[in-house]
């Protein structure tokens, strides 16, 4: 049956509001702008702050890609890719670099952003502060007095605990040296991919109705110690059982009947890629 | 010359409520210091102290009488409704603090004072290990060297008898005199040059209490560090303080050399009080 809602689901009017929230976000890199979140087709907590932004900016000249966990063709990634597709009949690609707007879901692609790229962050938690402090109006103030001590007592405690400097994932960030922001669930091994970015990266949290971002070309520094700076994975000594890349986010896969390890390329859009290139180059 | 207050308290009022034309007018008659038409409540009506170099301030009255409010807002955890409050240290320039900005209230808290609560909810986080919730008042203060701040916890953590196999321990786990001794312990981690002490040994049985006052003493005779000690009852502060303040109604009826007030009280509470201990 043919769709016959609002361009974009959204209406005018629910797009005109987010696009306002996603400006002043703009305009204040990595503070959190409240917005009227809406209910959306989708459950909270699959996607829904993503989905609005993406949906209040798609226009009928843009590629849309969606990613989930490195994966773009996982329930969540096709189901929304679908929905997008269904209201906007826009182009919809598997490609990092022919997209111009990608949704993603705790992962930053391999193939660094272009200027003109939006990359939509979905986030479930938006609060860096949430697990010390669980009061919204203190953590209001504390980031309004630029008071973050909170964020390193919890890695302190961390390598207390576990003699490790980093969070696994959702490691906070400083962005401009002034907003403390929870960059999504994202691994650590993507903070770095956030600094000086080319493209404009926005988050949105659907449950907890607020939008931030970080515009192109701004400082994003994850925090640390000085004698335990922030470090992310490494995968040294292993590499992609099917690319050989070792420079990128590998899944550790288990193989059930052996109880082996063995390692693959998280971002399957990239992986893809790079093997057609080699199936191209042998083939002539 | 006359030796200059580290820490000077001025005609502090503390009142929660608007107030009226009555009780504006009438302030020293009402009941319980509650406007009985606007419910407007005088918690504290003109208080005025200084507190010395190395000297122990004690401050005793009943429940409701105000004291906490006055140690609230030396700790800037209460708002002032009037006053003027100066800490004489190197860093701090000599401004009235409670008209000073969130964040400079925030730095002095963080670096001149230290405060031990009543509750020890209030001043620890009972899930994070105790080494942590030291090391919290260095973080706070910009220290950003966890071999250092480790260090530094470890010592203070000893200083108040905290055995070095449990420092990884939540205070959670800890009894109510340990969670105390990890209060002090994380007061002092700043060096700061006054101290503040809220009915601190209360709910703790005799001989920690006892436990706990030695230690206060000791660190004051050591570290020569100022302290107001806040309490109702007069034994803790017959033993601890240099110099005494006796609160009722938000006002202070009496104050002086802690024997003097405790050998020779001359207003009628005070009488009570001390003859209660007796």
Same mark, same amino acid.
């Given at each position: 049956?043919?769709?016959?809602?609002?361009?974009?689901?959204?209406?005018?009017?629910?797009?005109? $509001?987010?696009?306002?929230?996603?400006?002043?976000?703009?305009?204040?890199?990595?503070?959190?702008?409240?917005?009227?979140?809406?209910?959306?087709? +989708?459950?909270?907590?699959?996607?829904?702050?993503?989905?609005?932004?993406?949906?209040?900016?798609?226009?009928?000249?843009?590629?849309?890609?969606?990613?989930?966990?490195?994966?773009?063709?996982?329930?969540?990634?096709?189901?929304?890719?679908?929905?997008?597709?269904?209201?906007?009949?826009?182009?919809? &690609?598997?490609?990092?670099?022919?997209?111009?707007?990608?949704?993603?879901?705790?992962?930053?692609?391999?193939?660094?952003?272009?200027?003109?790229?939006?990359?939509?962050?979905?986030?479930?938690?938006?609060?860096?502060?949430?697990?010390?402090?669980?009061?919204?109006?203190?953590?209001?103030?504390?980031?309004?007095?630029?008071?973050?001590?909170?964020?390193?007592?919890?890695?302190? $405690?961390?390598?207390?605990?576990?003699?490790?400097?980093?969070?696994?994932?959702?490691?906070?960030?400083?962005?401009?040296?002034?907003? #403390?922001?929870?960059?999504?669930? +994202?691994?650590?091994?993507? *903070?770095?991919?956030?600094?000086?970015?080319?493209?404009?990266?926005?988050?949105?949290?659907?449950?907890?109705?607020?939008?931030?971002?970080?515009?192109?070309? &701004?400082?994003?520094?994850?925090?640390?110690?000085?004698?335990?700076?922030?470090?992310?994975?490494?995968?040294?000594?292993?590499?992609?059982?099917?690319?050989?890349?070792?420079?990128?986010?590998?899944?550790?896969?288990?193989?059930?009947?052996?109880?082996?390890?063995?390692?693959?390329?998280?971002?399957?859009?990239?992986?893809?890629?790079?093997?057609?290139?080699?199936?191209?180059?042998? @083939?002539? | 010359?006359?030796?200059? /207050?580290?820490?000077?308290?001025?005609?502090?009022?503390?009142?929660?409520?608007?107030?009226?034309?009555?009780?504006?007018?009438?302030?020293?008659?009402?009941?319980?210091?509650?406007?009985?038409?606007?419910?407007?409540?005088?918690?504290?009506?003109?208080?005025?102290?200084?507190?010395?170099?190395?000297?122990? #301030?004690?401050?005793?009255?009943?429940?409701?009488?105000?004291?906490?409010?006055?140690?609230?807002?030396?700790?800037?955890?209460?708002?002032?409704?009037?006053?003027?409050?100066?800490?004489?240290? /190197?860093?701090?320039?000599?401004?009235?603090?409670?008209?000073?900005?969130?964040?400079?209230?925030?730095?002095?808290?963080?670096?001149?004072?230290?405060?031990?609560?009543? *509750?020890?909810?209030?001043?620890?986080?009972?899930?994070?290990?105790?080494?942590? *919730?030291?090391?919290?008042?260095? +973080?706070?203060?910009? @220290?950003?060297?966890?071999?250092?701040?480790?260090?530094?916890?470890?010592?203070?953590?000893?200083?108040?008898?905290?055995?070095?196999?449990?420092?990884? $321990?939540?205070?959670?786990?800890?009894?109510?005199?340990?969670?105390?001794?990890?209060? !002090?312990?994380?007061?002092?981690?700043?060096?700061?040059?006054?101290?503040?002490?809220?009915? !601190? &040994?209360?709910?703790?049985?005799?001989?920690?209490?006892?436990?706990?006052?030695?230690?206060?003493?000791?660190?004051?005779?050591?570290?020569?560090?100022?302290?107001?000690?806040?309490?109702?009852?007069?034994?803790?502060?017959?033993?601890?303080?240099?110099?005494?303040?006796?609160?009722? *109604?938000?006002?202070?009826?009496?104050?002086?050399?802690?024997?003097?007030?405790?050998?020779?009280?001359?207003? /009628?509470?005070?009488?009570?009080?001390?003859?209660?201990?007796?």
């Amino acid at each position: 049956m043919k769709y016959q809602g609002n361009y974009g689901f959204l209406d005018e009017l629910s797009k005109k $509001e987010i696009r306002r929230s996603i400006l002043k976000a703009v305009a204040i890199p990595g503070y959190q702008v409240p917005f009227a979140s809406r209910e959306m087709p +989708i459950a909270r907590g699959w996607g829904t702050g993503g989905l609005q932004l993406t949906l209040s900016l798609v226009g009928p000249q843009d590629c849309v890609k969606v990613i989930d966990q490195g994966s773009d063709e996982s329930v969540n990634a096709v189901s929304i890719r679908q929905l997008i597709q269904d209201t906007t009949q826009v182009e919809t &690609t598997w490609h990092t670099r022919e997209a111009t707007l990608i949704q993603s879901r705790h992962r930053i692609p391999e193939v660094p952003l272009k200027e003109g790229q939006i990359l939509v962050l979905q986030v479930p938690i938006p609060e860096p502060l949430r697990s010390v402090e669980p009061s919204e109006e203190e953590t209001r103030k504390l980031h309004a007095y630029g008071e973050y001590s909170l964020a390193w007592l919890k890695i302190f $405690e961390q390598i207390i605990k576990f003699d490790q400097g980093s969070l696994s994932a959702d490691h906070p960030v400083l962005v401009n040296h002034r907003y #403390l922001m929870a960059p999504s669930p +994202i691994p650590r091994f993507d *903070n770095p991919k956030m600094n000086y970015n080319e493209g404009l990266i926005l988050l949105g949290a659907g449950r907890e109705k607020k939008i931030y971002a970080v515009p192109p070309y &701004t400082e994003v520094k994850s925090i640390d110690f000085d004698d335990y700076p922030f470090t992310f994975e490494t995968f040294a000594g292993k590499a992609c059982r099917l690319s050989g890349l070792t420079d990128v986010f590998l899944d550790e896969i288990i193989d059930p009947k052996t109880q082996t390890a063995s390692y693959q390329t998280n971002d399957q859009s990239y992986l893809l890629e790079i093997l057609d290139e080699r199936e191209k180059e042998k @083939h002539g | 010359m006359a030796e200059k /207050p580290i820490l000077a308290l001025k005609h502090f009022s503390k009142q929660y409520g608007s107030g009226c034309d009555h009780c504006r007018d009438n302030r020293q008659e009402l009941t319980k210091n509650i406007c009985p038409f606007c419910q407007t409540v005088y918690a504290v009506d003109d208080v005025s102290l200084d507190l010395y170099k190395g000297e122990i #301030l004690g401050i005793v009255g009943e429940s409701g009488s105000g004291k906490s409010t006055v140690l609230g807002s030396l700790y800037f955890n209460v708002e002032a409704s009037e006053g003027e409050y100066q800490l004489n240290v /190197p860093q701090s320039q000599p401004l009235n603090l409670f008209e000073a900005s969130q964040q400079k209230k925030t730095r002095i808290r963080n670096t001149m004072l230290g405060m031990v609560y009543q *509750n020890p909810m209030l001043g620890l986080r009972m899930k994070y290990s105790a080494l942590s *919730n030291i090391a919290e008042k260095m +973080i706070a203060a910009n @220290h950003r060297n966890v071999e250092a701040m480790v260090e530094r916890s470890r010592q203070l953590l000893d200083v108040v008898d905290i055995a070095t196999i449990r420092m990884k $321990e939540a205070p959670v786990n800890f009894s109510g005199g340990m969670q105390q001794r990890v209060q !002090i312990a994380k007061a002092l981690s700043n060096n700061p040059p006054v101290l503040l002490l809220d009915e !601190i &040994t209360t709910g703790l049985d005799l001989s920690v209490q006892a436990d706990v006052l030695d230690l206060i003493k000791t660190i004051q005779r050591e570290l020569s560090i100022s302290m107001i000690v806040v309490s109702h009852d007069l034994a803790v502060i017959r033993m601890i303080a240099d110099r005494t303040i006796v609160m009722v *109604n938000g006002r202070i009826i009496e104050s002086g050399l802690t024997d003097q007030i405790l050998e020779d009280p001359q207003h /009628p509470y005070t009488q009570k009080l001390v003859y209660s201990l007796l």
